[in-house]
Nanobody, 120 residues
Framework: QVQLVQSGGGLVQAGGSLSLSCTAS????????MGWYRQAPGQQRELVAT???????NYADSVKGRFTISRDKAKNTVNLQMNSLKPEDTAVYYC??????????????WGQGTQVTVSS
């Protein structure tokens, strides 16, 4: 069993900042990718940012230059620093990891989600 526990989020005014954090634990042999997705009401879940085991990052066009993803490999933790927030960033944010278990299986796991609300 693998768990992803998220923290952070909340309510801010447009132009403000928030940070999200997610820690993975369990029968993890190695983590391939950790990242963040978000889902706004009535919309599909979309990728926000990812970071690979080698440190390569990928961002959605809508957040480039505003969000920064980082990872603490020793703690299996991924963070998302969100600056210059816009009302359209309002969504439930989900942590995700693609990892290999100690038994050799490759699995996607999801965090519980945390609300980010940006007021205009």
């Amino acid at each position: 069993q693998v768990q992803l526990v998220q923290s952070g989020g909340g309510l801010v005014q447009a132009g403000g900042s928030l940070s999200l954090s997610c820690t993975a634990s369990g029968s993890i042999f190695s983590i391939n990718v950790m990242g963040w997705y978000r889902q706004a009401p009535g919309q599909q879940r979309e990728l926000v940012a990812t970071i690979t085991s080698g440190g390569s990052t990928n961002y959605a066009d809508s957040v480039k230059g505003r969000f920064t993803i980082s990872r603490d490999k020793a703690k299996n933790t991924v963070n998302l620093q969100m600056n210059s927030l816009k009302p359209e960033d309002t969504a439930v944010y989900y942590c995700n990891t693609n990892y290999r278990t100690t038994h050799g299986a490759v699995i996607n796991a999801w965090g519980q989600g945390t609300q980010v609300t940006v007021s205009s």
